[in-house]
């Protein structure tokens, strides 16, 4: 071929490649054309999300409430003006990207919630709050609520308020602690301020919104449930060696007999007035203690005593129950519930959830008394009580007589206060709600109230405003307390959750009771139970005593969930002696009884040898025989 011919040939080619290229260009220009006119929608979606287009979506909000207008595709269209087509091709692989993501933001707005109206009636039932937590890093309250739509108010936030134990709505000149956008869910945080004046320890929290210029609540309020998050001591528990414990004796408390007897709980009452106020012995100074910005006296006599009694515990490793007692002072009747000052002839009374004065001292001596008994220095008390036998209003918590519900609401208020005081010192301590041996009796005009229903109206109350890993602390005496005999039947005694008594006959009813699953513990497992306080008189002869607390012990041993058997008591007390109660190891002059060696031996390899007499008496070949 020529030159010229070649030439001319590859002039044709290159403008074929040329045109082909030029038609290949139109097609990238098209394509990207498309493209954008797609992407001037769905970006202007994405942008809308990302706050560049809110002032298309939220125009209008001034002028409907709050709420989100209705606005249409062409509407959000007709405000992006797109740029000019450059000829510049971003990959398709970046466009595919980007229309993914803006159709996920155009759905995720059509899927928002729907609004919802609500009124004054029904508001506290729009939502819950789901957690009430400390943050153990920052020492934050954490608070969480979830609700099906969003409740339609003057704006677009959730409010959070603190409330006090004994209020019931938000006060009009409270302001809330912190504020998000409403949704489904939402969660707002708050200082914990721990142990400074204005602590939240204690409060209760309820989310809110802003509705015809006031605060309405959606939420019931919830209290904090882990106040052990914050607590220094993580390991102030001793775990007993087996469930033989004892009430007792200070008196003997210096003598060797508690070793003798193998002693592995004790329980001892702390009186709290007894604690307050200046020491007149100047060998023992007064104690200034100050918490949440106020200072307390403390009588340094009375502290000295407790310290000797659980300092010797400890040291003879004993578990340690303390049985908080709120015994009548009228130098300190802020610790006295209002409705209980009126008299009454119990010897102990409700304490004071109801009033400022009484919740500041009650943190303030249950903290006291967790930080000194958390460590070795002054002893260690694992086990907390608070009250005795609740449900006995007239003879152990008085109170003004008024419905169940009433009445354990008032026991709830300060039950939380301990019990947060204790565990945010002490995480390991277990605190204890504490009822007898009646249990479903239903006895009309009764004044006092069954443990059943206490138990009951007790679980519904704290399970509903946070729940807490209470346990309790059950005394299932004999009926009468005369009658030694567990195994005599009796009318008051059956196997089943309608019995009018709960004795170690039946026992089982009360394990199986809380076995329920409205009762257990947050993890799924059951509640603690300490017996707490039980006797047997030897008034109708030391044999028969004897094999009573052999009855008992066995039969205790047999529940996983009886975690402790403090026998009331280690010596004759002569005022119960005189109602045929004699329920000592010794008697008043320090004489064995029987029941001494049985106490001592029960939880050895001997045990058989000192209480295989007791079968006979029982009526039975084999301990098996005792348990359900």
């Not at 602590?199 to 015809?212: E, I, M």
């Not at 882990?226 to 033989?244: G, H, L, T």
């Not at 009445?407 to 947060?420: G, K, L, T």
């Not at 009646?438 to 109350?461: M, S």
């Amino acid at each position: 071929m020529s030159i010229k011919k070649e030439t001319e040939a590859k002039k044709k080619i290159k403008n074929k490649t040329v045109r082909k290229r030029k038609v290949l260009k139109r097609s990238d220009r098209e394509r990207t054309r498309r493209l954008v006119k797609k992407l001037s929608v769905v970006l202007g979606v994405a942008f809308a999300a990302a706050g560049v287009a809110a002032v298309f979506l939220f125009l209008s909000m001034r002028d409907t409430g709050g709420e989100l207008p209705e606005i249409t595709l062409p509407q959000i269209t007709e405000k992006i003006q797109p740029r000019p087509e450059e000829e510049t091709d971003i990959g398709s692989d970046v466009l595919n990207h980007i229309i993914t993501a803006g159709n996920a933001v155009w759905d995720s707005f059509h899927r928002r919630p729907e609004t919802v109206e609500i009124t004054e009636a029904d508001a506290a039932d729009f939502a819950d709050v789901t957690e009430c937590l400390i943050d153990p890093e920052t020492r934050r309250v954490s608070v969480t609520a979830k609700g099906e739509g969003i409740p339609k108010s003057d704006d677009k936030f959730y409010y959070l308020f603190a409330l006090n134990t004994y209020e019931n709505s938000i006060p009009e000149d409270a302001e809330y602690l912190a504020r998000d956008y409403k949704n489904e869910e939402v969660q707002m945080s708050t200082a914990l301020n721990y142990n400074h004046a204005g602590t939240r320890l204690f409060k209760k929290f309820v989310v809110a919104v802003k509705k015809d210029d006031k605060y309405l609540p959606v939420t019931t309020p919830r209290y904090i449930t882990n106040p052990e998050a914050i607590a220094r001591y993580s390991s102030v528990y001793q775990q007993p060696k087996s469930i033989k414990g004892l009430l007792v004796d200070p008196a003997r408390l210096s003598g060797s007999e508690l070793d003798d007897l193998g002693v592995k709980q004790a329980a001892y009452n702390i009186p709290v007035a007894r604690l307050l106020g200046p020491t007149t012995n100047p060998s023992y100074p007064s104690i200034q203690y100050t918490y949440d910005g106020r200072t307390y006296t403390f009588n340094g006599q009375v502290v000295k005593e407790y310290d000797i009694i659980f300092g010797t515990l400890t040291a003879k490793g004993i578990t340690t129950t303390a049985i908080i007692l709120n015994n009548y002072s009228s130098a300190y009747q802020q610790l006295i519930h209002p409705q209980a000052r009126g008299g009454g002839s119990a010897p102990y009374y409700m304490f004071n959830g109801a009033e400022e004065s009484g919740v500041e001292y009650m943190a303030a001596i249950a903290t006291f008394l967790a930080e000194r008994y958390s460590d070795n220095s002054h002893g260690r008390i694992s086990n907390w009580v608070i009250a005795n036998e609740i449900n006995a209003r007239k003879e152990w918590n008085h109170m003004a007589y008024t419905d169940v519900e009433t009445y354990v609401e008032e026991y709830a208020r300060a039950f939380r206060v301990f019990y947060n005081a204790i565990k945010s010192v002490s995480s390991s301590a277990r605190v204890y709600i504490s009822i007898d041996q009646q249990w479903d009796r239903n006895i009309k005009n009764n004044t006092n109230y069954d443990g059943r229903d206490i138990l009951d109206v007790f679980n519904r109350n704290i399970s509903s405003k946070g729940n807490l890993d209470w346990g309790v602390a059950q005394h299932p005496y004999n009926v009468p307390l005369t009658e030694p005999r567990i195994w005599k039947a009796s009318k008051y005694v059956e196997h089943n959750a309608g019995t009018s008594m709960l004795t170690m006959e039946n026992i089982e009813v009360l394990v199986n009771y809380l076995r329920q699953e409205q009762f257990l513990k947050e993890d799924g497992s059951t509640r603690s139970i300490l017996i707490s306080e039980l006797g047997y008189t030897s008034s109708a002869g030391q044999a028969l005593q004897a094999a009573a607390f052999a009855y008992a012990y066995y039969k205790m041993e047999a529940y996983s969930e009886i975690d402790g058997f403090l026998l009331n008591r280690e010596t004759d007390a002569g005022e119960e002696v005189a109602q045929g109660l004699a329920f000592g190891l010794t008697d008043a002059g320090g004489g064995r009884k029987q029941i001494y060696n049985v106490f001592k031996y029960i939880d050895t390899p001997e045990h058989e040898t000192y209480t295989n007499f007791a079968k006979e008496i029982i009526g039975i070949s084999s301990w098996r025989e005792i348990v359900r």
